[in-house]
């Protein structure tokens, strides 16, 4: 690791002046991500801004009809969240397949979102329940927010600040996770929305993406059957040591079909 100064921020003010008055700063969450990164220098920032301390950035509510959850919130609270249980129970169980227990306790969902790994759990959910990222400065759509590889809209500098997601009548998650890591190798995140139904993938491509046949599909008919013949193609799916891009692409349909069975 190379040397970098420590910054704790006692605000959101705070963070954003700590952020831009240094050289090259990060912003600290859990540091589930950024510390390997760090460890294994992979980046040499001038700054860490930490934002572990801001409780403003912590907490989960109801909103109208929207589940709204805070940057700061750890995967833990969310997969015990009565709230989350009560109104969006495949959030609750996708949080609690993350990792492992101390992941789960430090790594939270503003982290997770602003570093969109192409195999993470939560954009999965964000674009499937077309949920809304807020920041320091504006709002994104789920549909502008994932842009590639380790990639999202947000400038730089700018700060995650919550997340608004649209409750739906029906939800589902299934992933087939990494033996070592659990990350999914492909996790399938399904949705009955109020703009129809809408089914994301994570884990199978560069970042994650939708599956409109899929969507057609459910459209006239809310069931496993309606994706059970929906072959996607392996042209473009990530190949790693763990599974070639068609066993990735088969598992897209696997998982889809599991995923609309525990939505019901
Ligand atoms: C062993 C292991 C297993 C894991 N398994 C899974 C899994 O199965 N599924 C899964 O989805 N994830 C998994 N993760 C990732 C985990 O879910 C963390 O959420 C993720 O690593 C982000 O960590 P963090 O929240 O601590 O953010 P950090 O590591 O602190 O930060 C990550 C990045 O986001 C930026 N950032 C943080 N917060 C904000 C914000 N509010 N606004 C703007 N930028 C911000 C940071 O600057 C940094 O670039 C795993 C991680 C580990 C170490």
Not at 225 to 242: F, M, P, R, T
Request: proline share 6%.
């Amino acid at each position: 690791m190379y040397d970098f100064t420590y910054q704790r921020a006692s605000s959101l003010d705070d963070a954003k002046s700590k952020f831009s008055g240094a050289d090259d700063a990060r912003y600290m969450a859990g540091g589930m991500t950024l510390l390997p990164v760090l460890k294994q220098r992979l980046d040499q920032p001038s700054d860490l801004v930490d934002l572990g301390f801001l409780d403003d950035l912590k907490g989960i509510s109801e909103d109208g009809g929207n589940l709204v959850i805070k940057a700061m919130t750890v995967h833990h609270a969310v997969n015990t969240s009565d709230l989350v249980k009560s109104k969006i129970p495949a959030l609750a169980h996708l949080a609690g397949t993350i990792g492992d227990p101390m992941v789960r306790n430090r790594g939270t969902i503003g982290g997770s979102l602003a570093n969109n790994d192409p195999a993470a759990s939560y954009p999965s959910a964000v674009l499937a329940l077309n949920a809304t990222i807020h920041t320091d400065g504006r709002t994104i759509a789920a549909d502008d927010f994932f842009t590639g590889m380790f990639d999202t809209a947000l400038n730089e500098g700018e700060l995650i600040t919550q997340v608004s997601f649209p409750i739906p009548e029906k939800a589902g998650y299934c992933h087939f996770p990494n033996p070592a890591s659990r990350y999914p190798i492909v996790g399938v995140f399904v949705a009955k929305t109020a703009d129809g139904p809408r089914v994301a993938v994570t884990g199978a491509g560069a970042c994650v993406f939708q599956v409109p046949e899929m969507e057609s599909a459910l459209a006239s008919n809310w069931s496993p059957d309606a994706v059970a013949n929906v072959k996607c193609s392996a042209d473009g799916l990530n190949e790693d040591i763990h599974a070639s891009p068609e066993y990735r692409a088969h598992l897209i349909t696997v998982m889809a079909k599991r995923a609309i069975e525990a939505a019901g």
